[in-house]
């Protein structure tokens, strides 16, 4: 069975500065992972996934997120956070089974 | 183009009841799939569609909990003598092939409250 870990449940930022919201994972076979971000009152959007190839994966808004499989970790990172980035994030993995797993979330909040 | 959407956005009911929520997904997609999420967790998976056929049902929590794709585009998930605990927002998606690398487009989800 998979699962995922979202260590932080929420996470404070100053504007501007850097953020990382981490990700652990646990599967005894090769999997896919997302990270998928929910605006209030909105459905998830896709921010940046890793299907093989580059450990370093890039994403819409400034994301960027690295895959470590020896860690099973898939750290989401972005150097100068805005207002705008305040949202929930989710981690997630899929296999070949073609269903999702996805962590808790972790709460952004970017204050001014 | 029109994303997925999820009719209603909102449904408060009284315990007991049977409820229907309706999923129309991206126009040419052929995998469907329902999740919940509960306050304070991610989506949990219940059901995928591929075409007019549950590939995956694995998820539905009991056979309270019904979904069909007849034609192979709109979905109905069905929630039968609704319980407190079914409390929660219902989310589509869907996905122009079924593969675990294919995108997954959600809706903004139904809220589903249930006294």
């Known amino acids: 069975a998979q699962s995922v870990t979202q260590l932080d449940s929420q996470v404070p930022v100053f504007e501007e500065a850097p953020v990382e919201l981490r990700c652990n994972y646990s599967s005894s076979v090769s999997v896919y992972l997302f990270w998928y971000v929910q605006y209030p009152n909105q459905g998830l959007q896709l921010l940046l996934k890793y299907l093989s190839g580059s450990t370093l994966v890039k994403g819409i808004n400034g994301f960027e997120a690295e895959f470590n499989k020896s860690q099973t970790s898939f750290h989401l990172r972005k150097p100068s956070v805005h207002i705008s980035d305040t949202a929930e994030y989710f981690c997630?993995?899929?296999?070949?089974?073609?269903?999702?797993?996805f962590g808790p979330g972790t709460r952004l909040s970017v204050l001014p | 183009g029109a994303g997925v959407s999820q009719t209603p956005s909102n449904k408060v009911t009284e315990k007991g009841k049977y409820v229907e929520l309706r999923c129309d997904p991206i126009?040419?997609?052929?995998?469907l799939y329902w999740y919940r999420q509960s306050l304070g967790q991610g989506p949990e998976f219940l059901i995928y569609?591929?075409?007019?056929?549950?590939?995956?049902d694995s998820g539905l929590p009991n056979d309270r909990f019904f979904a069909v794709r007849p034609e192979g585009s709109v979905s109905t998930l069905k929630i039968q003598r609704t319980e407190r605990g079914d409390s929660a927002v219902y989310l589509c998606?869907?996905?122009?092939?079924?593969?675990?690398?294919?995108?997954?487009?959600f809706g903004p989800g139904t809220r589903l409250t249930v006294l």
């Open positions: 998606a869907s996905s122009f092939l079924g593969g675990a690398n294919n995108e997954q487009f």
């Open positions: 997630a993995v899929r296999n070949y089974g073609q269903n999702f797993v």
């Open positions: 126009s040419g997609h052929t995998a």
């Open positions: 569609f591929q075409g007019t056929g549950a590939a995956d």
